[in-house]
């Protein structure tokens, strides 16, 4: 059994780890993993479950990620978000600062005013406080029902969709309507587009972020769009079935009420950790394949050291350091995301919208690969347990 399978096991629940130092990794009982291993080879009917996705784009070990055999931890320090865009969807031949003729110009092409005010139109009309991913829902709508080319599902038509999308996104976030204008200082790329949306945080930390949180292997959401784009679905209907999936208190929203946590936490930190040792793990620890630590949110901690209080790090630290030493729960990047809004003082659904902007170009390049596969190739089948 490949590690990357055993890694799988763990993400689904089927296998807990048995945590040991973080130099020696994660064992496993060997009756428990013999046992899946048998599970999963008798019940396998010719179709793929999610640990028989073979995939060339992300890497995610106990304590690390790479994109395409580079280390996340080293991307984010060198490259913007648009090569590491490339990379991804382009594969290992369009690597890190290589130019490419692949999808969009990153100064030029955002929407015309014509798409603009569709778009405005359509975020208008939603009921107020609608939640950040419903406008991102109805953007990625208006970014399909206006492009001619919707039904083209060509490797390179996805690439274009993928990026045309992020940007009818970040459009959406604007309040009281979309704008025709970028402001001062934005180049157009698309961290700098993010960092006037959501106001306050400089655009080297945002494009950070686009970096850390660009893929992250199966994950429910991009496991919906594979599903999706199995089935024959255009561009924009995969990444409405990812927007669907990561709608979810337990994936996109979770940074969201990481944010409760952290500001309680931050104010008495003996107390958040009494609670979370007596009451079960809290919002942005542990994690279901990290055992030794959460690569992405280490990262973003140390980008924030800069301009976060530095008692408030001292705080934190001090709450990971117990939760991790006394029950193996590592810090995930929801509580750095939590940190980055608290920091900068950003609406509390930044996390959020940062986080499904950043996935796109993730949910493009698996889109791209499901493409070389066979179609209609995702059917679980159901072991009916009613009466008869």
């Known amino acids: 059994?490949?590690?990357?399978?055993?890694?799988?096991?763990?993400?689904?629940?089927?296998?807990?780890?048995?945590?040991?130092?973080?130099?020696?990794?994660?064992?496993?009982?060997?009756?428990?993993?013999?046992?899946?291993?048998?599970?999963?080879?008798?019940s396998r009917r010719g179709r793929a479950a999610s640990d028989d996705v073979r995939t060339q784009i992300t890497e995610v070990t106990a304590g690390g990620l790479s994109y395409r055999g580079y280390a996340v931890s080293q991307l984010v320090r060198t490259r913007s978000v648009e090569e590491v865009r490339r990379l991804l969807v382009g594969g290992r031949g369009d690597e890190p600062g290589r130019s490419t003729s692949r999808g969009l110009d990153p100064q030029?092409?955002?929407?015309?005013?014509?798409?603009?005010?569709?778009?405005?139109?359509?975020?208008?009309?939603?009921?107020?406080?609608?939640?950040?991913?419903?406008?991102?829902?109805?953007?990625?709508?208006?970014?399909g029902a206006t492009d001619v080319g919707r039904q083209d599902r060509s490797a390179a038509a996805f690439a274009r969709a993928g990026e045309r999308a992020v940007r009818f996104m970040t459009l959406a976030l604007s309040p009281g309507g979309v704008p025709a204008e970028r402001s001062k200082g934005n180049d157009g790329s698309l961290a700098a587009a993010l960092a006037d949306a959501v106001g306050g945080c400089p655009v080297e930390v945002v494009e950070a972020v686009l970096v850390l949180l660009a893929d992250h292997d199966l994950a429910v959401s991009t496991t919906a769009v594979r599903v999706a784009v199995s089935s024959g679905a255009d561009p924009y209907g995969a990444l409405l079935a990812g927007l669907a999936a990561a709608d979810s208190p337990h994936h996109m929203a979770a940074p969201s009420r990481a944010l409760d946590w952290l500001e309680a936490a931050l104010r008495d930190p003996r107390a958040a950790i009494d609670t979370a040792l007596a009451g079960g793990k809290p919002v942005g620890f542990g994690h279901v394949v990290y055992t030794e630590q959460d690569p992405r949110a280490q990262v973003l901690l140390e980008l924030l050291e800069p301009f976060a209080d530095a008692e408030a790090l001292v705080a934190l630290r001090l709450v990971e350091r117990e939760l991790v030493d006394r029950r193996g729960w590592v810090l995930t990047v929801d509580t750095s995301l939590a940190l980055l809004m608290q920091t900068f003082g950003l609406p509390r659904d930044a996390g959020t919208a940062l986080f499904a902007c950043a996935r796109t170009a993730g949910w493009t390049a698996h889109a791209i690969e499901e493409l070389a596969e066979p179609g209609m190739r995702f059917r679980l089948k159901g072991v009916y347990t009613a009466p008869r």
């Open 1 to 42: 059994m490949k590690v990357q399978t055993v890694y799988a096991y763990v993400s689904r629940g089927v296998l807990t780890p048995v945590r040991r130092d973080p130099e020696l990794g994660s064992l496993f009982a060997l009756e428990d993993v013999r046992a899946v291993g048998e599970r999963g080879r008798s």
């Open 108 to 143: 030029r092409e955002w929407p015309g005013a014509d798409e603009r005010a569709a778009l405005a139109a359509v975020i208008d009309a939603l009921p107020p406080g609608s939640s950040t991913l419903d406008r991102f829902k109805h953007a990625v709508l208006v970014a």
